[in-house]
């Protein structure tokens, strides 16, 4: 069973950075780990993903050049490295993770088994 855990949410007006950290317990060897975000309102939506050894990452659209996904294995913790925040940014903030990669459907929620409590992210224009 593995366990994720987000923090670094937070409060910031539009054009502000913020970095948001998981940190997974029990065994995460060969997981994929990614995150999701769901706005006011709106269903779930994929924000980037990134498969064990770093060498894929993905990004949905609206988030590319301004978000970086990485992680560093040693701490079994992945990080959003998220910079010029807009309002739309506004959401929670999940952590996921699943076993492999699935090149066709990485973007779907029901593709990562495992979920954090989520961290809220409020930007401000």
């Known amino acids: 069973q593995v366990q994720l855990v987000e923090s670094g949410g937070g409060l910031v007006q539009a054009g502000d950075s913020l970095r948001l950290s998981c940190t997974g317990s029990?065994?995460?060897?060969?997981?994929?780990w990614g995150w999701f975000r769901q706005p006011p309102g709106r269903e779930r939506e994929f924000v980037a993903a990134i498969t064990w050894a770093g060498s894929i990452t993905a990004y949905t659209e609206s988030v590319k050049g301004r978000f970086t996904i990485s992680r560093d294995n040693a701490k079994n913790t992945q990080y959003l490295q998220m910079n010029s925040l807009k309002p739309d940014d506004t959401a929670v903030y999940y952590c996921v993770a699943r076993i492999g990669y699935d090149s066709a459907n990485y973007s779907s929620p029901t593709q990562y088994p495992y979920w954090g409590q989520g961290t809220q992210v409020t930007v401000s224009s």
């Open positions: 029990g065994r995460t060897f060969a997981y994929t």
